[in-house]
């Protein structure tokens, strides 16, 4: 079983920044693709970031250069630094991890739980 865990939510004054960390573990064989999804109140989940395999990254159109996505030094791990935060930024942040697990079967997508980000004064 694949586990995705995200860390680094919080409250952040417009302008100010954050930084989440996602860990994917388990029975994972090899990863496709890892990135963030967010979701605010009474809206659709959208893309914000994602590492697609080949290393490309896409980036959500409202990012407009103030977040980027890195891999962190340990495997199966994800950052994402933002900056410029405005409170239109406030949803539920999501990470998510395509992989084939080791125990066999399709490409499957696999989601955490959530973090909060709120972007308020």
């Known amino acids: 079983q694949v586990h995705v865990m995200e860390s680094g939510g919080g409250l952040v004054q417009p302008g100010g920044s954050l930084r989440l960390s996602c860990a994917a573990s388990?029975?994972?064989?090899?990863?496709?693709?890892m990135g963030w999804y967010r979701q605010a109140p009474g809206k659709q989940r959208e893309l914000v970031a994602i590492?697609?395999?080949?290393?490309?990254?896409d980036y959500a159109g409202f990012v407009e250069g103030r977040f980027t996505i890195s891999r962190a030094s340990a495997k199966n791990t994800v950052n994402l630094q933002m900056d410029s935060l405005k409170p239109e930024d406030t949803a539920v942040y999501y990470c998510v991890a395509d992989a084939w697990s080791s125990m066999g079967g399709r490409l499957m997508r696999y989601w955490g739980q959530g973090t909060q980000v709120t972007v308020s004064s």
């Open positions: 388990g029975t994972i064989y090899s990863m496709n693709a």
């Open positions: 590492f697609r395999d080949g290393g490309n990254i």
